[in-house]
């Protein structure tokens, strides 16, 4: 199959989704890729199996234990965790004795697993994906789709047949894939988009939501369910500018108005790079255990920047890099109530530059 015009719209793919803004309607858009792809039917099945097998050649596993008190008790937390154990399935309820593991030194173990998964071409991916899939048969629900990955050679049970995928547009496939993902930013059923902050509506609780399932795992590897923790993120300032440390910002609360989470809540400073920013005061969040100073009318101040706003504010200060920055607002079992950010009653407010 000769692919002319058609792949090179593929290559341009990312550069055309970077332009769409928040408003894009999703019929619009389903329009245009539909003419963009049209007569190639196998590409989109590949892609939506890219898409369908993204959090499982991607998988993490963590544990969490929380704790809410100010003087946190590490023994007990330990403790807690030591009891936490990892056995087959068939293994539940019964002695279990792992077997002696081996280090492969052929396994890289220095570059992180999503960035590994993301250089791999179409043929490595649906590879390992097959593989996975003999030990991690897909749920009930997933039938209709895993169905239509026949076509491309991946039938969960079998190893991949590269056979089956066009060699045409092999290599386009990770990339229009990854850029259907991300492009869930903009256009997501479940993402919210309110007053400069975007989050996550259904996380941890996706169904056959592979779109909303990949987001989730492409740019946080997981999430717990939003009546647990909800990440509202934050890349630009109110009127729409990339945050930079150069300039100063405040978010205001009203009075009564800050994050309502009965757990807790917490803004966490990152880098470019989503890491934490080395500061004279060693502060990487702010959050109530600061004991943030109230104005005099009851509302709260918080001044991002990168040099102190003075003694008598510094309280209230999260202290930012010298350029570009990101913010993560973390609510900890939020309120299911008036006032929610579950139920949209709650957002929170814009960040501002003031200087």
């Known amino acids: 199959m000769k692919i002319d015009r058609r792949l090179a719209l593929t290559a341009g793919l990312g550069t055309a989704l970077s332009g769409l803004t928040f408003s894009a309607a999703r019929a619009d858009l389903g329009d245009f890729l539909a003419g963009a792809f049209e007569g190639l039917d196998d590409f989109w099945v590949a892609t939506d199996a890219y898409i369908y097998g993204y959090p499982l050649v991607t998988v993490e596993m963590t544990r969490r234990v ?3 008190v100010p003087k946190v008790d590490y023994a007990a937390v330990h403790a807690l965790q030591d009891q936490c ?3 087959p399935l068939s293994a539940w309820g019964k002695d279990y004795t792992p077997p002696q593991g081996t280090v492969d030194p052929a396994i890289d173990m220095k570059t992180p697993v999503r960035d590994q998964v993301n250089k791999m071409d179409a043929v490595e991916y649906f590879t390992l994906l097959a593989q996975l ?3 991690n048969p897909p749920a009930a629900a997933d039938a209709p789709e895993i169905a239509r990955f026949a076509e491309i050679g991946l039938v969960p049970g079998k190893d991949f ?3 089956k995928l066009n060699a045409d547009f092999v290599k386009r ?3 229009v ?3 259907r993902i991300m492009l869930q930013f903009k256009v997501g059923k479940a993402v919210k988009n309110t007053n400069g902050w975007v989050f996550d509506t259904m996380t941890g609780i996706y ?4 779109l909303n399932r990949a987001l989730v795992t492409a740019v946080g590897l997981g999430a717990n369910r939003i009546q647990d923790a909800v990440y509202p993120m934050s890349l630009k300032d109110v009127d729409g500018n990339a945050y930079n440390g150069s300039n100063k910002y405040v978010m205001h609360f009203a009075k009564g108005q800050t994050p309502p989470a009965r757990g807790f809540w917490s803004l966490t400073m990152y880098d470019a790079q989503f890491f934490f920013v080395a500061n004279p ?5 702010i959050s109530p255990r600061q004991n943030l100073k109230a104005n005099p009318d009851g509302s709260i101040d918080l001044y991002i920047q990168n040099q102190s706003p003075g003694a008598d504010k510094e309280t209230n200060w999260l202290p930012a890099p010298s350029d570009k920055f990101v913010l993560m607002l973390r609510m900890y079992w939020p309120d299911e109530k008036p006032p929610s950010i579950i139920d949209g009653t709650w957002s929170p407010p814009a960040v501002r530059k003031v200087g």
């Open 66 to 68: 929380a704790t809410n």
């Open 85 to 87: 154990k990892l056995v």
């Open 133 to 135: 899939l003999k030990t």
């Open 161 to 163: 047949d590269a056979s």
């Open 173 to 175: 496939i990770p990339q």
């Open 177 to 179: 894939a990854y850029d």
């Open 207 to 210: 169904g056959t939501d592979y």
């Open 281 to 285: 005061i060693n502060r990487y969040s």
